[in-house]
């Protein structure tokens, strides 16, 4: 019999160096992978915004036809009209292949007073007030349109600016203020370098000495440690794989992988420690897998599903992060289950670190459990309570994916734009197209009267605006219907159709087959209270009967309806995801507690965090963000990881003959400290990126952190109170799917 069993402990030992020489090998190509897709960072601005409306095939549209809006606004203190380094800054950059087009004030101006529309220089300013003209009628601005090599580099295009401004102008960069969608873009990419190399390294160190205190093992601490690592590597290789590509949500999945794979880990050798105590630590290690294998596993799924819900979201960097985010947690089981236990058998850690270790602090001789299962209708009275108070605010959730609402007050970027809204004019666009068909029949002189009317009646809105179309670049018409009028609007009109070019190369007209599309750019605040939605209905609203009254079909499209429809579609997203995710891991629980009331009773500690917390926002008045939208499905899942544990060990305490009551104490002692460590461990390394000034990032790992601590409330408060209750019987009729019976 001795013969036999030291025979299977070298096999398990072989077989234990086996998997550890094999992965080891594998470690190369993992780093290989990871290191590609970590230098594949894209954050391209069409990516934040819905591709399958009908907003976007109109944008589409547009670009087809007028080409690309996005621009780099550059401007500084002192950039007036009559600054020779407009012109230096302006040459230098048009030799860049960074950019294809570079407009300037001074150069608009020069060519209005030289065309032959017949305007004085004081006219042509207040024709480009606003745009390319501050209110002062001397600060000026470079527009620059970025080119394809720029689109696929907008952080060198950015620097290119730079280094031109310096090298051309002797501007130092500090004085530059920038603004435009490749600005945004660079901005957003240099705070994914930002997340990716430094506090990245700095969330793994700091997780790993929390792991190491509470562990109360640097072996297991490494073990542990090890584990997280190569999951991490193992998630970003698969994203290499796959030819995806980092954002700066994405920059979120190797913390998130992380410190969701320390997560197992720790609950994975809380099932050990806890073996250990009786018996020998081969055989500990044994009934450690044999009773953790299927919570952890089902832990996995559950976080991967609540993930995986994520690929119902219509925007692109919250699909793509659902999916790797989901594969990079279910492959961190397979390597969870192959790595730790080989670990824990060749370098088991001594059996005196194990003293104290899962224990509850929290439940010191059961008083805890006690103090619950004596006021459990009152604890659990009062948690409802404050799930239906915060539950109340949710239908009236707001959105928001505004420009101010991305970045820092006091950053870089948000300075730069009020800067320029101050001295230059508005910076987020909306266009109007005006659709004369091939059946119009109005000269040209009159498509653009009709676009002057349209342009003036948009003028008279209330919110501070700033409009262009080609009205700006025509001369003047004269009015009435004496003979001398109709003469003169006769040659007008012919020195327009012989100036059509102009207007086509200017980008605010464009020939399609027979008919004409005509171009007014209205711009609008990007910092500021402004309601794009409702701000685009108004304007709809204030044009729509001239429109019809001239018989003009009109199209609305640019960067304002888009938010707007990403705004709606991100509070969709966040209830279809969450919904889609609840109902799946509500079918797993019922698979496994084979009770339809224990399943919805379960369920209810995992629905307190999404209720507390998404409904306090907006009783806090906090919209919600694009990275807000990650949080709810993943914490569902991360919710459930725990109340999957906590009920497998109070399950064992009822079969082996414990009251209710008792087998709460059992649980509490065996899981409720590495619950509690568990949320520390990942809330430590989560809160490390607080120091990101990117206000998505920020969100999600405030709600991240606020989430896990609600769901260790709902697990070791609510769940408690449930099940000391009359409600708790439900669990006692239920048969819960234990590890032996799969087997």
């Given amino acids: 019999m001795t013969s036999d069993s030291n025979h299977g402990s070298k096999r398990f030992a072989s077989l234990a160096w086996l998997t550890l020489i094999l992965l080891s090998a594998l470690a190369p190509l993992l780093i290989f992978g990871a290191v590609k897709t970590l230098q594949s960072t894209s954050n391209d601005p069409r990516q934040w915004l819905p591709r399958t409306f009908e907003e976007t095939s109109k944008y589409d549209r547009f670009q087809e036809y007028f080409g690309s809006d996005e621009i780099s606004i550059v401007s500084w203190p002192g950039c007036t009209l009559a600054d020779e380094r407009v012109l230096r800054l302006a040459q230098g950059l048009k030799k860049s292949p960074f950019f294809e087009r570079v407009v300037t004030g001074p150069r608009v ?55 031109c401004a310096v090298s051309d102008c002797d501007l130092p960069i500090s004085d530059l203020r920038l603004a435009g969608p490749t600005v945004d873009a660079a901005a957003i990419d240099a705070e994914s370098r930002s997340l990716l190399f430094e506090l990245a390294a700095l969330s793994a160190f700091l997780s790993f000495i929390v792991a190491t205190f509470r562990l109360r ?66 055989k500990a290690l044994g009934i450690a897998l044999a009773h953790g294998w299927l919570p952890c596993v089902l832990a996995a799924t559950t976080t991967a599903l609540g993930l995986a819900s994520l690929l119902l979201s219509q925007i692109e960097p919250i699909r793509m992060f659902g999916l790797y985010s989901a594969l990079g947690v279910l492959s961190s089981v397979v390597v969870l289950f192959l790595l730790l236990p080989a670990g824990l058998y060749l370098f088991h850690p001594r059996k005196a670190a194990a003293e104290g270790f899962g224990q509850a602090s929290v439940c010191p001789e059961g008083r805890f459990v006690k103090w ?46 009020e800067w320029l809204e101050q001295h230059i004019g508005p910076m987020v666009p909306l266009e109007v197209i005006l659709d004369f068909g091939t059946d119009c029949q109005k000269t040209v002189l009159e498509r653009i009267q009709i676009v002057a009317s349209v342009q003036k009646k948009i003028q ?112 969709q997203d966040l209830v279809r995801s969450f919904l889609t995710a609840f109902g799946v891991i509500a079918i797993i629980l019922l698979f496994v507690l084979r009770s339809l009331s224990a399943t919805l009773l379960a369920m209810v500690p995992n629905l307190f965090p999404a209720v507390v917390v998404f409904g306090g926002m907006e009783w806090a008045q906090i919209p919600v963000q694009i990275g807000s939208v990650m949080t709810a499905s993943a914490a569902l899942g991360i919710a459930v990881d725990d109340t999957v544990h906590f009920l497998t060990w109070f399950r064992r305490g009822l079969v082996a003959g414990m009251s209710r009551v008792v087998a709460l104490q059992e649980a509490f002692q065996q899981c409720a400290g590495a619950m509690a460590h568990t949320t520390v461990i990942c809330s430590t390394g989560l809160l490390v990126f607080g120091m990101s000034s990117f206000v998505p990032v920020l969100h999600f790992v405030a709600l991240m952190v606020l989430l896990l601590f609600s769901a260790l409330l709902g697990d070791l408060v609510l769940l408690p109170a449930i099940l000391a209750g009359p409600l708790g019987r439900c669990f006692e009729k239920g048969k819960i799917v234990t590890q032996h019976e799969v087997a």
């Fill in 109 to 163: 101006v020069r060519e209005l007073l030289n065309s032959s529309i017949g305007i004085n220089r004081h006219a042509a300013i207040q024709r480009l007030r606003g745009i390319l003209v501050g209110p002062d009628g001397e600060t000026t601005c470079l527009v620059l349109v970025t080119s394809a090599i720029g689109k696929a580099d907008r952080t060198g295009a950015v620097r290119e600016i730079e280094r």
């Fill in 217 to 282: 093992s640097f072996r297991l601490a490494i073990m542990v440690l090890v584990v997280a690592m190569y999951s991490t590597g193992l998630a970003l290789g698969i994203v290499h794989l796959c030819g995806g590509k980092m954002n700066l949500l994405m920059t979120m999945l190797p913390p998130l992988v992380y410190v969701l794979s320390i997560s197992a880990a720790v609950h994975l050798v809380n099932y050990y420690r806890e073996a250990e105590r009786d018996f020998p630590p081969a």
């Fill in 372 to 417: 619950i299962s004596r006021r459990h209708a009152v604890v659990t009275f009062g948690c409802l309570c404050l799930m239906a108070f915060c539950g109340w605010g949710l239908p009236h959730l707001k959105s928001t994916v505004k420009l101010q609402d991305r970045f820092l007050s006091g950053s870089d970027a948000i300075t730069d734009y």
């Fill in 460 to 571: 008279t809105m209330k919110e501070p605006l700033a409009t262009i179309s080609a009205a700006n670049l025509s001369p003047h018409y004269p009015r009435g219907g004496g003979v001398k009028q109709v003469v003169q609007r006769k040659l007008v009109n012919r020195r327009l159709e012989e100036g059509k070019k102009r207007l086509i190369n200017s980008r605010f007209l464009a020939e399609q087959g027979n008919g004409q599309l005509w171009r007014i750019t209205v711009r609008a605040n990007a910092i500021g209270d402004l309601d794009y939605g409702q701000f685009a209905d108004r304007l709809r609203d204030r044009v729509d009967p001239l429109l019809r009254e001239n018989d003009v079909q009109a199209t609305f499209t640019g960067v304002i309806p888009l938010i707007y429809k990403a705004q709606r579609q991100l509070l």
